[in-house]
């Protein structure tokens, strides 16, 4: 019987050598240079995978434009060196590697952000943190073109604010609160179409308003709170949110002219200035508005007109405290149905306290204490179990009920009262 060839695995029993017939050694071979290969091109593929995006990040990192890192030594060459702390972010802004190089392990770990073009990578954020850096604020800030944030915010800048902000026409959000800036708003930047937040609060900035800022088109918010600005109020931008020029010394009346077409106004924080004349009608009319500060000012008067029926109001809180106001309470507050919080506190105010205010449902706070009113307290205000807290001392009312939270305060003495009665109110 004729027996086929067949390859014989190798055996390693005892006692005989491992021996491996031609054709498997063959085989053996091939099969073991295939996995060899294999393995290779497994190990290619994974390096690959790994140092293909590194170089590319490498390459791509590589290419922060030279302007603004030019920029950027000139902004923090700008600082004093001993205002730098080793903890904040300036310190570790080193220019041995590129600023937008990442990751950012010691170098530029905070205080900037960068974006990528097809070309280049650019700077598009400054936010500092408030280490205490001093210093001025350098013009060649003016080179950051991309740059769409620049907060400097509770540091001790000092000096001018430059004019050469108004190249940056990505600017989006302007934050220079709470520094030593000094001189005058710089017109140009009025120019900053893009700019949706402005914020100077809380410097040292003199000088008037500029009188071109309702070019600022898409404007929302603008604090210029606690500087030295005088003058009146220019023109607003169209589409403001939010106005705040508290404690200032801006003068002369609210003019109509001003606040016209701004149908999206919701806050006005004026107070702590010398605006004076009367607070007309047409102020509280306007659509959105909710909260009015316009205490602390040399207000004579105030008219109110009760909203067209089917409008309504969104108005919730008016202060209108420590001014000069005279004549009666405005009874036509009563017709906003938001409204919660009314202070017209410290001003000379006559006659009787309206009726109306006691059936103000919405109404929460309310203060019109230190001036001259008479008569009784509407029974909605002082009754057991009103919700409503303030005060309604320091008046002429003949009866406030000590059980009432607003009656806690004494009233004014009958001798100022009478006084004020012959028309002779004491200062």
């Keep these: ?71 950027l030594k000139a902004f923090k060459a700008s600082i004093k060196p001993s205002s730098i702390a080793p903890w904040s972010c300036l310190a570790s802004w080193n220019f041995t590697i590129d600023p937008c190089s990442l990751p950012r392990r010691t170098h530029f770990i905070c205080g900037l952000t960068c974006t990528a073009t097809t070309t280049t990578n650019n700077i598009n954020q400054i936010t500092l943190d408030p280490a205490g850096y001093s210093g001025s604020l350098t013009p060649l800030i003016s080179q950051l073109t991309q740059l769409v944030t620049l907060d400097l915010a509770e540091n001790s800048f000092s000096g001018p604010i430059p004019s050469s902000l108004s190249s940056l026409s990505n600017l989006k959000t302007l934050t220079l609160r709470s520094n030593s800036f000094s001189g005058s708003i710089p017109p140009s930047i009025t120019t900053l179409k893009s700019l949706y937040s402005l914020d100077f609060s809380h410097n040292s900035l003199s000088g008037s308003l500029p009188n071109s800022m309702n070019s600022l088109i898409n404007l929302r918010r603008i604090d210029l709170s606690f500087n030295k600005l005088t003058g009146s109020i220019p023109k607003l931008p169209p589409n403001l949110l939010e106005l705040a020029v508290k404690a200032n010394s801006l003068s002369g009346p609210l003019q109509k002219a001003t606040f016209e077409g701004l149908n ?4 006005v924080e004026l107070s702590e200035n010398t605006l004076a004349g009367t607070v007309e009608p047409w102020f509280f009319l306007l659509p959105s508005l909710q909260q009015v500060d316009l205490s602390n000012n040399s207000f004579t008067g105030v008219q109110i007109s009760r909203p067209a029926r089917g409008e309504g109001s969104n108005l919730v809180a008016v202060n209108l405290g420590f001014n000069r106001i005279q004549g009666y309470a405005p009874a036509n507050l009563a017709a906003y149905p938001q409204l919660s919080s009314l202070s ?4 000379s105010l006559r006659g009787a306290i309206p ?73």
């Design 344 to 347: 017209i506190r410290h001003n």
């Design 1 to 71: 019987m004729m027996q086929t060839n067949t390859a014989i695995p190798p055996s390693d029993s005892e006692g005989s050598p491992k021996q491996y017939h031609p054709i498997y050694l063959s085989s053996h071979l091939q099969i073991t240079h295939q996995k060899s290969s294999n393995m290779q091109n497994l190990i290619f593929l994974c390096l690959t995978i790994i140092f293909l995006p590194l170089l590319h990040f490498h390459h791509v990192q590589a290419l922060t434009s030279a302007s603004d890192i030019a920029a």
């Design 264 to 267: 999206q106004l919701e806050v």
């Design 355 to 427: 009726l109306e205010y006691g059936g103000i449902k919405s109404m929460k706070r309310l203060f019109l204490d230190g001036n001259f009113l008479d008569g009784k307290p509407p029974a909605g205000l002082v009754a057991a179990g009103a919700a409503v807290t303030g005060s309604l001392g320091d008046n002429c009312l003949q009866i406030c009920p000590v059980s009432s939270k607003l009656c806690t305060t004494a009233q004014k003495p009958s001798s100022v009262c009478k006084q004020a009665h012959r028309g002779r109110p004491t200062p």
